[in-house]
């Protein structure tokens, strides 16, 4: 069984037994007010674990089974497929540790959801294969374009949305997961930019 299923399995299990089940979710949750003791820091982790609804839950789980079942693809071909879920789960904490200094002094405060960790896996496989086509709705996007457009997108939505949703970890997920996959590929990114420099539709 593969890294992306056992994820979305554990994910899809913690989350919907904590739909019913408030102390638990509050438990799990990002929560900066209340970690103000290292005991508290679990939360950087197992708030990916948990999601608002089962609308929240699906988008989530739908886009990790397809860029993730790629991703380690390329991970193998590396011989390194420990490196998808390290990267999973450290991408999670990576995009909520932002969110922790910003509001650690907010006692409302509170975020959850997988998005930033999924963020990391598709900045990860986009890194590998820059020209592949991405669908917005009905529309083929090369993937370097969507990233563009992603990053500028959560940027812009982080400053002056009022949406409540998370657009911070989806930005510094996103961005975690592009230079992780930078650090740990052999060519140190010569192969992304050789794929950059010649297109291919």
Known sequence: MSFTIIIIIITVLISIAAFNN??????????????????????????????VDYMHLAFNMITLFFFGRE????????????????LYLSGI???SLPSY??????????????????????FSAIYFSPWTRIYIIVLPLPAILFAVGYLLYSAYM??????????????????????FTLLFDPTHGRIFFEQLMHPSF
């Open 22 to 51: 408030a102390d638990m979710l509050n438990k799990l949750i990002l929560w900066p007010r209340r970690m103000d003791s290292p005991a508290e820091y679990y939360r950087l982790l197992t708030c990916g674990f948990v999601h």
């Open 71 to 86: 991703l380690e693809v390329y991970f193998g071909l590396l011989g390194r497929p420990l490196l998808f879920p390290i």
């Open 93 to 95: 904490v990576a995009s």
């Open 101 to 122: 200094i910003r509001h650690k002094d907010n006692s409302y405060y509170r975020s959850l959801g997988a998005s930033g960790g999924v963020a990391a896996i598709i």
């Open 158 to 179: 982080d400053k002056h949305g009022s949406d409540n949703i998370g657009h911070n970890a989806h930005f510094w997920g996103a961005v975690y997961g592009f230079v």
